[in-house]
């Protein structure tokens, strides 16, 4: 590796651009600088409570119960599958990159009988084939199917609602489990609609937070199939939790601060809209990913129709060490690219564009990326991305449509 001189004094802000933990906006972090609370006050529930109600705005459920953990979205993980099921249950998941990856080994781990179908990494769930499985289970042995929402490592969004409807057209009762992790508030999520019975996330996503929250959203089905699942559980029993939550309280101590900022971060996702929120992640991606293409690079993921809107995982050329482009991009150009995961390490680096983001973050991800792709040895155009992503930006936004106004004398 070249030596990088170092500046002596940093000046300027560091760029972060993974997908996860993301930046926090000015005013959420400014928010949890609070003192601590009493967690046993008599108005605690005044804060919790409304947690509680705009969290289910966000999954868009109005039956499920949500429940908020001090942890991280993998021990969410771990609450939906130790709650719900038993040793030797059968479930259907697929692997198509390292964090559907590392959920699978979770469920080995926690001694589910799982069966799995391996995909390409920059395939999404493999919709047909879990239908054909489904509809081949004439004796209804697979007690839940899981989907990886958006596969963090692959920039790939799967397609829930085909789940969905695969498990309908066989007739089949599994329960849905989905990791949101890294798409809750930012893609279109919906759980009532898609009826999915687990929906895993966390905090440090699109929800603009530190990490410390393991949040789950739970169908009545499953808080059903809680009340005889016999898996081993203590810390995460649902119904230590959702007791005392329904007055506001927590069986245990609460990160009281990162609650008062999930209190500011929901204020501004309400204020900006949900749907402008899953709007804008579409059209900031839509500008990165054109500035890829104007590099000549692909994307790991397989075809258009998986496309993230949170993370675009991006096939260096031939000769160049994706390692290399993400440590100039960090050491030289002050800015933090996604590493490529698993097989992808050294192959692909990953732009994270999720949470709060503008366009001209979107511009400096694929600035400092360029420099760094061609102090690597990649052959390309500086200012090639930037500049796609820039007419995307100027086409797309209401800007392009304002004439403009300059004094003609
Ligand atoms: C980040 C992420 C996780 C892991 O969450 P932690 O909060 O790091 O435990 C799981 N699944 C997906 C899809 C993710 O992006």
């Not at 993974?18 to 008599?42: C, L």
């Not at 996702?269 to 402008?276: K, M, R």
């Not at 790991?300 to 000769?319: F, I, K, M, N």
């Amino acid at each position: 590796m070249p030596s990088i001189a170092q500046p002596a004094v940093k000046t300027g802000v560091t760029h972060l651009f993974i997908p996860g933990p993301t930046n926090i906006p000015e005013s959420v972090r400014q928010a949890m600088n609070v003192p601590m609370q009493d967690m046993r006050a008599p108005d605690f529930g005044d804060l919790t409570l409304g947690l509680f109600d705009d969290l289910r705005r966000v999954f868009r459920t109005e039956t499920g119960r949500v429940i908020l953990y001090p942890g991280s979205g993998t021990g969410a993980w771990e609450a939906a599958i130790t709650n719900t099921l038993s040793p030797g249950d059968k479930v259907l998941m697929s692997r198509q990159g390292q964090f559907s990856a590392l959920w699978v080994a979770m469920a080995r781990h926690l001694e589910l009988d799982v069966e799995v179908v391996d995909v390409a990494w920059g395939a999404g769930t493999p919709v047909k084939e879990f239908a054909r499985r489904l509809q081949d289970d004439t004796e209804g042995r697979i007690k839940a199917v899981f989907v990886t929402h958006n596969e963090t490592a692959t920039g790939v969004t799967s397609d829930v609602a085909g789940v969905r409807r695969a498990l309908d057209e066989a007739y089949h009762d599994a329960l849905l489990f989905v990791d949101a992790v890294s798409s809750l508030a930012s893609l279109d999520f919906r759980m009532d609609d898609w009826r999915v019975d687990l929906a895993v996330s966390g905090s440090q996503k699109g929800l603009m937070l530190p990490a410390g929250l393991g949040i789950l959203a739970i169908s009545q089905r499953a808080l059903e199939a809680s009340r005889t699942a016999r898996s081993r559980r203590a810390y995460f029993r649902f119904e230590d939790m959702l007791k005392p939550n329904e007055t506001g309280y927590f069986p245990y101590t609460p990160p009281t601060q990162l609650l008062v900022g999930l209190r500011a971060s929901l204020d501004r996702i309400f204020a900006e809209g949900l749907e402008n929120v899953i709007a804008r992640h579409h059209r900031l991606a839509e500008g990165v990913r054109r500035g890829v293409a104007a590099w000549g690079l692909g994307l790991v993921a397989e075809h258009p129709s998986l496309y993230s809107d949170t993370v675009s995982a991006v096939r260096v050329p031939q000769g160049v060490d994706a390692r290399e482009v993400i440590r100039t991009a960090y050491h030289r150009f002050r800015t933090s690219l996604g590493t490529g995961l698993g097989p992808l390490d050294g192959r692909a680096f990953r732009i994270g564009h999720l949470g709060d983001l503008n366009e001209v973050m979107c511009l400096s991800a694929l600035g400092a990326a360029e420099m760094a792709l061609v102090t690597a040895g990649a052959r390309i155009e500086l200012g090639a991305g930037v500049g796609a992503a820039q007419a995307h930006y100027c086409d797309a936004g209401p800007a392009a449509r304002q004439p403009i106004a300059i004094a003609a004398e």
